[in-house]
């Protein structure tokens, strides 16, 4: 059964860090990608960092390039995203979604985690 378990949201203030985790199990990570993706309120889903785990490759959304870093622990099954330099704007749900590549096109993407909440907020 596959699953994906995300966790480490939390509340933040602007300038802070933190970390998420999405926890892979039913599958191993070796033969395919993650892509993150984050919905604000009232807005729409959208891509935030991807990486291929065969190869490593990582892409990311505009946004979030050089605060956010998006790595792969194989041993654990597990890939991270570190997000440094938190801003208001990126309070949102965060989800992780596996794909066979990486992609910004959300509906590539068949499992999904159930998100985690990151509020950045004084």
């Known amino acids: 059964q596959v699953q994906l378990v995300e966790s480490g949201g939390g509340l933040v203030q602007p300038g802070g860090s933190l970390r998420l985790s999405c926890a892979a199990s039913?599958?191993?990570?070796?033969?395919?990608?993650i892509g993150w993706f984050r919905q604000a309120p009232g807005k729409e889903r959208e891509g935030v960092s991807c990486i291929v785990s065969s190869n490593g490759n990582t892409v990311y959304a505009d946004s979030v390039k050089g605060r956010f870093t998006v790595s792969i622990d194989k041993m654990k099954n597990t890939v991270y995203l570190q997000m440094n330099s938190l801003e208001p704007g990126d309070t949102a749900v965060y989800y992780c979604?596996?794909?066979?590549?990486?992609?910004?096109?959300?509906?590539?993407?068949?499992?999904w985690g159930q998100g985690t909440q990151v509020t950045v907020s004084s």
């Open positions: 039913g599958f191993t990570l070796d033969y395919y990608a």
């Open positions: 979604a596996r794909h066979w590549d990486c992609s910004w096109s959300q509906t590539m993407y068949r499992y």
